[in-house]
DNA sequence: AGTGGATGTCAATGACTGTTGACTTATGAA
DNA sequence: TTCATAAGTCAACAGTCATTGACATCCACT
């Protein structure tokens, strides 16, 4: 009730059909990504939302509708032509040590991760990841066996990404150092050719 | 149903309290894992094993009790002391490539990796893996920091089985080359000391 | 000011969930 | 063979779920 409080005002919202869906959207992802597509009810997210569950049928088509959509604002490609080769390794390692620290990014990780390892959402995540994160790390890496190279990458990255999202404890002092470093030094022996 | 076929034989079985636990016990760890803890249903469980639902709830008290059963049963501590640790970057690495070859390793990864991303069943899991997984990992690491290392190879573990168990299909040839030689050296890099 | 279409509300539906208690049947010891 | 009891069956329960169609309300336009 605190949560729907968040997002919803009680007092009476100027009508928008835009900004409702955004609402229903953004609550749709904090709650598929904190409870996976099974967990997360329609009605919840429409609480959450300040906005009738029957909008979502409405808007969405449905709950699948729901979650391709929020899946599909998801993953955006990011820019990887921009990354810089000699510092990518601890950017990388030193990001997702403090994942925690900023609430979006967790969300948005959170909300992957859990659609990449639900078994109704999973094939619809995969393609999305291979065209729009996989083939640009292919080609920013490059070399021999760059595919299989940035498969490789990707797993790492997501083993890091688990194991922060599973432990809700941010890293500190010693500990996080010992994580940045030896992250790092994973995605270099990983990335590097030959 | 033909799933249930599979297991539940239609022709009168002798009774025997203890083997339907087993299979239910069984039956449990394949739905779990393949739709995770909401969204296994009970009945489905049931009709796998061949045994009627209320037995669930005789037998483990409900669904959370079969679920916890179910998990101390595929967490067995593993002999770690023996691991090899010339060859056991390479071991690992090969073992994981041909995940989908052994059925029932594979069965078993994929429920402890639903168990570990679902948020109901993510604090039950974490004790039990820290206590029977990390903690022999550490002791088996040893030198500075053996802790902190155990997670981080712990953490790039659970990528490459992330990565293996989401995309269905097996490895093959040249890719099966270079991903057993890039797993073994991100092991490498994040278990060597200093 | 009035009106038509967009926007939001409400209640009901049928399907499925986990759990419970009373019931029947098989089994092994007397 | 008898019979107590373990093992398995069945039906019903109270909830929750997603989805739908009819209804009320608001708002921008004429």
Same mark, same amino acid.
């Given at each position: 009730?605190?949560?729907?409080?968040?997002?919803?005002?009680?007092?009476?919202?100027?009508?928008?059909?835009?900004?409702?869906?955004? /609402?229903?959207?953004?609550?749709?992802?904090?709650?598929?990504?904190?409870?996976?597509?099974?967990?997360?009810?329609?009605?919840?997210?429409?609480?959450?939302?300040?906005?009738?569950?029957?909008?979502?049928?409405?808007?969405?088509?449905?709950?699948?509708?729901?979650?391709?959509?929020?899946?599909?604002?998801?993953?955006?490609?990011?820019?990887?032509?921009?990354?810089? /080769?000699?510092?990518?390794? /601890?950017?990388?390692?030193?990001?997702?040590?403090?994942?925690?620290?900023?609430?979006?990014?967790?969300?948005?990780?959170?909300?992957?991760?859990?659609?990449?390892?639900?078994?109704?959402?999973?094939?619809?995540?995969?393609?999305?990841?291979?065209?729009?994160?996989?083939?640009?790390?292919?080609?920013?890496?490059?070399?021999?066996?760059?595919?299989?190279?940035?498969?490789?990458?990707?797993?790492?990255?997501?083993?890091?990404?688990?194991?922060?999202?599973?432990?809700?404890?941010?890293?500190?002092? /010693?500990?996080?150092?010992?994580?940045?470093?030896?992250?790092?030094?994973?995605?270099?022996?990983?990335?590097?050719?030959?």
């Amino acid at each position: 009730m605190s949560d729907a409080a968040t997002l919803a005002d009680e007092r009476p919202r100027r009508r928008d059909a835009q900004a409702t869906r955004g /609402r229903i959207l953004a609550a749709a992802k904090d709650r598929f990504g904190r409870l996976g597509y099974e967990g997360a009810s329609l009605r919840e997210i429409a609480a959450e939302a300040g906005a009738d569950v029957a909008l979502i049928s409405r808007y969405f088509g449905g709950k699948e509708g729901l979650f391709t959509e929020a899946l599909k604002a998801s993953i955006q490609p990011d820019r990887v032509q921009a990354w810089d /080769r000699a510092t990518f390794a /601890r950017d990388v390692a030193s990001m997702m040590a403090d994942v925690h620290r900023e609430e979006d990014r967790h969300q948005h990780f959170q909300f992957l991760l859990r659609a990449a390892t639900s078994p109704t959402t999973a094939p619809l995540l995969n393609v999305a990841v291979q065209e729009r994160f996989l083939a640009p790390i292919r080609d920013w890496l490059g070399g021999e066996d760059a595919q299989a190279r940035a498969r490789v990458l990707a797993a790492v990255f997501i083993g890091f990404l688990v194991e922060r999202l599973i432990r809700g404890e941010p890293l500190r002092g /010693r500990e996080r150092d010992v994580f940045i470093e030896r992250a790092a030094a994973a995605f270099q022996a990983v990335m590097s050719e030959g």
